[in-house]
């Protein structure tokens, strides 16, 4: 196309182009800008906090402290090995009861004298006991003719003193806590070290040292 044409056509197009004076021109809302700069802000800080509140991997520690109890744990172990050792040397022969007993045990124990024959033994569920997590043991004294007896008034080394109670305070030297001392429930066979774990800590997964 020749130049004064193209020149002539360009004109053409600018004069048909309807006329948009300054302020007619489309303005920003400043309102909605606000709106969109704190929604934005809003998702981000959503976004920051689901991530913090995301839990960590498990460690191979964490898993291993989650894990079921299915054992005593190796230090009551020893200290109640120790304990029927010291007592048989004050002339007192003791048995070690029961020890580890798993939650169902313990529910079956806990229907006694409620919903089964016999007279009431514990007064936790499973899960809410010492034992559940191999942190506990129960004793009885065996006489001389063999017979397991829970007598607390026996003394069988004649040393004027009851041997149950001879026991006891043997144990707690040894760092175990009597449930003869509790105030609500007393269990007189009982005996537990708890490490200061308490029974909530526990059924949250932790647990104490297994080594000295």
């Not at 229907?111 to 809410?128: H, I, L």
């Not at 010492?130 to 008034?153: E, Q, R």
């Amino acid at each position: 196309m020749p130049e004064p044409l193209a020149r002539q056509n360009t004109a053409m197009r600018q004069i048909n182009q309807p006329y948009v004076r300054p302020e007619q021109k489309q303005k920003r809302n400043p309102l909605m800008t606000s709106i969109v700069l704190i929604a934005i802000i809003i998702l981000g800080w959503r976004w920051i906090e689901s991530v913090q509140d995301r839990p960590a991997p498990a460690s191979k520690q964490t898993q291993k402290q989650n894990a079921p109890t299915t054992s005593l744990n190796p230090i009551v172990a020893n200290k109640a090995d120790t304990l029927v050792a010291q007592t048989g040397k004050l002339g007192i022969k003791i048995l070690i009861t029961d020890d580890f007993r798993s939650s169902e045990e313990q529910n079956v124990l806990y229907k006694k004298g409620r919903t089964e024959p016999g007279q009431v033994v514990t007064n936790v569920k499973g899960g809410a006991s010492y034992h559940n997590y191999g942190l506990a043991v129960d004793f009885a004294l065996v006489k001389p003719d063999g017979d397991v007896i829970w007598d607390m008034k026996y003394d069988g080394n004649d040393n004027g003193k009851p041997d149950w109670m001879e026991v006891v305070s043997a144990a707690k030297k040894l760092g175990f806590a009597w449930g003869g001392d509790w105030q609500s429930f007393k269990d007189y066979p009982h005996l537990q070290m708890d490490f200061g774990y308490s029974i909530k800590d526990l059924q949250r997964g932790k647990r104490p040292p297994t080594t000295e």
